[in-house]
């Protein structure tokens, strides 16, 4: 379960790996029973009481085999139901995940995606990850694995170990392994060697896995690290020289974001932490370089957090050549510790 939520919040915080429901992840449990993640759930919101179900994989398998040889089967929905053991509704890919290995995680890698609709691209990423199997597009479910399956029979023949890397042609990613860091480690190499060969800068969201790395060693994991992405909330930061304006404007600023941002800086984390939280509290904000991170709960939250950042962000930009009435610390901080706003912030 452990490994099965820290990939699963590892690309869900992340919008190059997966945008808003999009992506899936597994674990096998053992000959039978495998994890995936709940239809209409966000990869980053799947923790131990929700966000996955339990399925009979073995139920699946069977399903794909009588597909392959041509045998009337029933309709997807109905092995779904059939294979389904607890939990939510599975997911469509649950059919992709029951012929992967132990520990999978589905993305819809950017990088990948930009070559893959592109033109020559597949024959780049051929070039570049010549022990990958690759499959052509076909719609997502049943479908989408007997493709796989049969690809993945016709080119197991031919190696001696599986196949942990999958390109689905306009699609995304599927990345296999025994554990969380293998999986997180090669997501990571495909990813960065794809944006190397495109010319890609996507080093932002790389960070943000680093940054929620930092925190998670402090014992601080129960939120993720977003990067901000709104437009009005990047033009104000960068205007300002990649520095936080006063964004404490009014209420609604300060019980979203925040006293203050924190400046993340690798080397000197743990003691900057200390400091930041004895005069600001848990951070929200977090500047590192020319990137701006978003520390909430989900990642619905932290876009609700962007969205009052935005408000700032254009009464700041309209008042830059004058001085903005901020609220008092006082106020600040009162309004940090306001049960009602407490209890606004914690629904989800």
């Keep these: 379960m452990k490994e099965f939520i820290e990939i699963s919040r590892y690309a869900g915080m992340r919008e190059d790996l997966a945008q808003a429901g999009g992506g899936n992840s597994s674990v096998k449990l053992d000959e039978k029973r495998m994890l995936i993640k709940a239809s209409g759930i966000q990869l980053a919101d799947v923790s131990e009481e929700q966000g996955y179900s339990i399925v009979n994989y073995r139920e699946i398998l069977e399903y794909l085999n009588a597909l392959i040889k041509g045998e009337a089967v029933c309709p997807e929905a109905e092995i779904l139901e059939k294979a389904k053991e607890e939990g939510g509704r599975p997911s ?19 990088s990948a995606n930009i070559l893959m609709a592109g033109a020559g691209g597949i024959e780049k990423l051929r070039e570049a990850f010549p022990d990958a199997l690759f499959v052509g597009y076909a719609t997502p479910g049943a479908c989408l694995a007997r493709c796989y399956y049969q690809a993945y029979l016709a080119e197991i023949q031919k190696k001696d170990s599986g196949l942990p890397l999958i390109f689905l042609k306009n699609h995304g990613v599927v990345i296999s392994g025994g554990t969380a860091k293998e999986v997180i480690g090669l997501s990571e190499k495909v990813n960065g060697t794809i944006s190397r060969l495109a010319g890609l800068d996507l080093s932002g969201y790389a960070r943000a896995s680093e940054i929620y790395r930092a925190f998670c060693r402090q014992g601080m994991d129960d939120k993720i690290i977003v990067k901000a992405e709104n437009g009005k909330v990047l033009e104000a930061f960068r205007t300002r020289g990649f520095h936080l304006w006063d964004y404490q404007v009014c209420p609604d600023c300060i019980v979203y974001c925040g006293m203050a941002a924190f400046e993340y800086c690798k080397d000197s984390f743990h003691g900057d932490l200390g400091r930041f939280m004895q005069q600001n509290a848990d951070p929200v904000l977090i500047t590192c370089g020319s990137d701006l991170f978003i520390r909430a709960k989900s990642v619905k939250k932290a876009r609700e957090i962007e969205s009052v950042l935005a408000f700032s962000a254009q009464i700041a930009m309209y008042n830059r050549n004058g001085s903005l009435d901020l609220l008092s610390e006082n106020e600040r901080r009162f309004l940090l510790g306001w049960d009602a706003e407490k209890y606004r912030q914690s629904v989800r």
């Design 92 to 110: 469509i890919e649950t059919f992709l995940h029951a012929v992967t290995g132990r520990l999978t995680l589905h993305t819809h890698m950017l």
